[in-house]
């Protein structure tokens, strides 16, 4: 895992057509803008877990 330390407006990419800005930080909560491609699912992590198919019991 890659960890940065940004400040409010500072922005960074993955790839060539993805950037991630760093919108404000109030205390404990962090605003980030995603620019992604339409074809590009973002997701949170708690909303793709409870979204996830359940697996077949054994």
């Given amino acids: 895992m890659l960890v940065l330390n940004r400040t409010p407006g500072q ?13 404000s930080v109030n205390g404990k ?3 980030v803008g995603i620019e ?5 699912t973002v997701l949170r992590a708690e909303l793709e877990k409870r979204d996830a198919p359940e697996k077949p019991q054994e």
Avoid at 11 to 23: E, L, N, P, Q, S
Avoid at 36 to 40: D, L, S, Y
């Fill in 29 to 31: 909560n962090v605003r």
């Fill in 11 to 23: 922005v960074f990419t993955i790839g060539d057509d993805i950037r991630i800005t760093i919108v």
């Fill in 36 to 40: 992604a491609p339409r074809e590009v």
